[in-house]
């Protein structure tokens, strides 16, 4: 049971090009997340997923496309990348929120470093 | 609009002294509030989670939790640090109507002394 994994765990762009992270968990879980994290901010959420086949806005998300094509992956795609998406990305997974509290825990993934020259 | 507010960015405490990272929270519905602990370098690891069940929360490593609704905080505290619990700290509120969305503080940089 590897949890959430990402790849690349490293990458270095030029302004202008594109890349897409790759986001996988082997829970089952319905919802997944694509955060980034910056100096001083915390965890940003850019865009998430309640299911196969659906995605919506997070609180960035101007810059960054995805898609949830598989219940087990999410892609996370940057078209024409910025050097101000310079940044580490997180990948998180959850069963599907309800009340009481259960099942919103979610699990991260280990990153993935981002820099654009 | 739910937010979270963690009281200081940097905490620093000598080996073997308690530990108090401070959290206040804004919330219109019950939430569920987390501590999640990030190590230099590494992904984000839950310490622990708050949902209502009791107000005092056990989590891992000898960290514990305190909700208190009339004050909006919930307090991570450890009697005693370890040089090892030196690291980024996060105080996270979730809604479950809000897609299970978390919100997270800026984070407590906990440094440990010899």
């Known amino acids: 049971n590897a949890g959430v994994t990402q790849t690349p765990k490293f990458r270095v762009l030029k302004t202008g090009q594109s890349m897409t992270l790759l986001c996988a968990q082997d829970?089952?879980?319905?919802?997944m997340y694509w955060y980034r994290q910056d100096p001083g901010m915390g965890l940003r959420l850019i865009h998430y997923s309640v299911g196969e086949g659906t995605t919506a806005k997070g609180e960035v998300p101007d810059g960054y496309n995805v898609s949830r094509l598989k219940k087990q992956n999410f892609l996370l795609g940057l078209e024409s990348a910025a050097p101000s998406q310079t940044s580490v990305y997180f990948c998180?997974?959850?069963?599907?929120?309800?009340?009481?509290?259960?099942?919103?825990?979610?699990?991260f993934g280990p990153g993935t470093r981002l820099t654009v020259l | 609009a739910q937010s979270v507010t963690q009281l200081d960015s940097h905490v620093s405490v000598s080996e073997g002294t308690p530990v108090l990272l401070r959290c206040n929270y804004s919330s219109s519905y019950s939430p569920s509030l987390f501590w999640y602990v990030q190590h230099p370098n590494k992904g984000l690891q839950l310490l622990l989670k708050y949902t209502s069940a009791a107000t005092l929360v056990k989590g891992i490593n000898g960290f514990e939790a305190e909700f208190k609704k009339s004050e909006t905080s919930f307090h991570l505290t450890k009697p005693s640090a370890h040089m090892s619990d030196a690291a980024e700290y996060f105080c996270?509120?979730?809604?479950?109507?809000?897609?299970?969305?978390?919100?997270f503080g800026q984070g407590t940089e906990l440094s440990v002394k010899p």
């Open positions: 996270v509120v979730s809604e479950y109507n809000q897609g299970g969305k978390l919100i």
């Open positions: 998180a997974s959850s069963y599907m929120p309800r009340t009481g509290g259960s099942g919103d825990t979610q699990y």
């Open positions: 829970m089952n879980h319905e919802y």
